[in-house]
């Protein structure tokens, strides 16, 4: 296991308007969404760093009429950055703005290969090691590597906290996304012939 500090986050910010119009629902909710874009980018976001993630418009029908009785327009983006202070601003910047479904935070590493590979060397070295200790407690010894079958991976990233929290003395969100550490795994099986 190699334990790395993440150098990408990625979020998904988006915004759910209902109402019983669906042209409005749907204005509504890319009016807010075009804000949100344009403001992403004043921070400094790349078009590259921004695409859309999700796009709906659903009819909902009350249980005992044909006729629906409101749209829900969906409407996400998801932004993708190195910088973890920007994530707060965005994610600050797109609540102000009318964003009402942010969330699917993941953390990524940029050589997260080139590590994986390392934690499978240190897998090999492992268990031979193990297996050695066995053989020699069982009074056989290792001959012949037979097979060897690679497992594992990128652990499942998991992000500490989200806070949200009045800012002092102003009245905003102030948002503090942590990253912590992504956990990169690899286990190898090995066969041994003994003798």
Same mark, same amino acid.
């Given at each position: 296991?190699?334990?790395?500090?993440?150098?990408?986050?990625?979020?998904?910010?988006?915004?759910?308007?209902?109402?019983?119009?669906?042209?409005?629902?749907?204005?509504?909710?890319?009016?807010?969404? *075009?804000?949100?874009?344009?403001?992403?980018?004043?921070?400094?976001?790349?078009?590259?760093?921004?695409?859309?993630?999700?796009?709906?418009?659903?009819?909902?029908?009350?249980?005992?009429?044909?006729?629906?009785?409101?749209?829900?327009?969906?409407?996400?983006?998801?932004?993708?950055?190195?910088?973890?202070?920007?994530?707060?601003?965005?994610?600050?910047?797109?609540?102000?703005? *009318?964003?009402?479904?942010? *969330?699917?935070?993941?953390?990524?590493?940029?050589?997260?290969?080139?590590?994986?590979?390392?934690?499978?060397?240190?897998?090999?070295?492992?268990?031979?090691?193990?297996?050695?200790?066995?053989?020699?407690?069982?009074?056989?010894?290792?001959?012949?590597?037979?097979?060897?079958?690679?497992? *594992?991976?990128?652990?499942?990233?998991?992000?500490?906290?989200?806070?949200?929290?009045?800012?002092?003395?102003?009245?905003?969100?102030?948002?503090?996304?942590?990253?912590?550490?992504?956990?990169?795994?690899?286990?190898?099986?090995?066969?041994?012939?003994?003798?």
């Amino acid at each position: 296991i190699r334990k790395v500090a993440p150098d990408t986050v990625a979020i998904n910010v988006g915004v759910r308007i209902e109402n019983a119009d669906e042209k409005k629902a749907s204005g509504e909710a890319n009016d807010i969404i *075009g804000q949100v874009t344009a403001a992403i980018k004043a921070l400094g976001v790349e078009d590259n760093q921004i695409a859309t993630s999700g796009f709906s418009i659903r009819r909902e029908y009350a249980s005992s009429k044909l006729v629906p009785s409101k749209y829900v327009a969906s409407i996400s983006l998801r932004v993708t950055v190195q910088d973890f202070a920007l994530i707060n601003q965005i994610l600050d910047t797109a609540l102000e703005l *009318g964003a009402n479904d942010i *969330g699917n935070i993941s953390f990524s590493y940029s050589k997260e290969n080139e590590v994986y590979h390392e934690a499978l060397a240190d897998a090999i070295v492992a268990a031979k090691s193990k297996a050695q200790a066995m053989a020699k407690t069982a009074g056989v010894e290792l001959y012949t590597l037979m097979a060897l079958r690679e497992g *594992g991976g990128v652990a499942p990233v998991y992000y500490n906290t989200m806070e949200m929290a009045t800012a002092a003395g102003g009245g905003g969100m102030g948002t503090d996304i942590m990253a912590g550490e992504i956990e990169i795994s690899a286990t190898v099986t090995m066969v041994y012939q003994i003798k």
